[in-house]
């Protein structure tokens, strides 16, 4: 630093909001000019930046406590409790309160992803898509952990959907069957059933399924015959070896699954639970036509053919 500037010139200079790479006689020249235009002007731009760097918040939302360190953030976060979304997606019509969720939401029409994962090089649509991948796919840390089963996982909002789980709350509703489900995926998945959406294409026939679980059970039957497992009792094949453990017990007549309550047991699992609500006495199955409820969906189907007139085997066995 030179010492031909004054004490004042060098305090001067340390409230500009720019750097002043000159030598000080010429900036106490600069300086002076500067002060005929008004210097106050710049100090007081740099003290609104400050509250950058100190952290400093002074608007605050008074519904929720929420503080803002610029008053342009609080009216948009105002949005948020108003209920108002004044962006439109001018593509599907879909609303939002903050332009900026607009626009990423526009990234599903586009197809943009900008960003990649350094690893693997695969692309998202949104950030946090990046860092849940990131977090799965690569390091598999999982610091949120279920206290009931101990099941782990990697964000806290899936830990929470799964508590539902637990809690048996099913907080979404099909608007079409007024079915439940616990998880918002599940209902996503359900209401394909109704639209008749069938999205799982196969690479190979292109035939189309609802579930992906489906797409990957038929992937199977083009690998050829040697993947199938073989009966030994009636040489029936099966894509899976567990569905073959299941239909082994048709030649065994082992039943590992027993009702606590009168003793009767079960080869699968689903129908001793399906049993159980004759114990309880539940009917969650009714009958939109009339009304009358069932413990079994089977019996509800069977009864609904006798609104439609249609005469299944067991209706013509009993006539």
């Not at 059933?193 to 059970?217: D, P, Q, R, V, W």
Request: aromatic content about 8%.
């Amino acid at each position: 630093m030179s010492r031909c500037a004054s004490l004042d010139t060098q305090r001067k200079i340390s409230f500009l909001p720019f750097p002043l790479r000159v030598c000080f006689k010429v900036a106490e020249r600069k300086l002076a000019r500067l002060d005929s235009i008004g210097r106050a002007k710049y100090v007081t731009s740099r003290s609104g930046q400050s509250s950058a760097h100190t952290g400093e918040k002074p608007y605050r939302c008074a519904q929720c406590g929420k503080r803002f360190s610029q008053k342009p953030n609080l009216k948009r976060h105002l949005l948020v409790h108003s209920g108002e979304q004044p962006y439109e997606c001018e593509t599907c019509g879909k609303k939002f309160s903050q332009s900026s969720n607009l626009r990423t939401h526009q990234k599903l029409h586009s197809g943009e992803k900008s960003f990649e994962c350094n690893l693997c090089k695969k692309s998202f649509t949104h950030k946090s898509s990046l860092l849940y991948h990131e977090k799965t796919a690569h390091t598999g840390e999982k610091p949120y952990r279920c206290a009931q089963c101990g099941k782990r996982f990697s964000q806290k909002p899936n830990l929470k959907r799964h508590l539902l789980v637990h809690s048996g709350e099913q907080p979404y509703e099909c608007e079409t069957c007024g079915k439940k489900f616990s998880q918002s995926s599940n209902l996503r998945t359900h209401q394909k059933l109704h639209s008749g959406e069938k999205s799982f294409e196969c690479n190979l026939c292109e035939k189309s399924f609802t579930h992906k679980s489906s797409l990957l059970y038929h992937e199977k039957t083009h690998r050829g015959k040697r993947s199938l497992h073989h009966c030994d009792h009636c040489d029936k094949r099966f894509l899976q070896l567990s569905t073959l453990t299941i239909h082994m017990r048709a030649h065994t007549g082992e039943k590992p699954y027993r009702c606590a309550q009168c003793g009767k047991c079960f080869s699968q699992k689903p129908n001793l639970k399906r049993h159980l609500l004759v114990h309880s006495g539940e009917q969650p199955y009714e009958c939109e036509t009339c009304g009358k409820k069932f413990s079994q969906s089977s019996n509800l189907r069977t009864h609904q053919k006798l609104h439609s007139g249609e005469k299944s085997f067991d209706l013509l066995k009993n006539t």
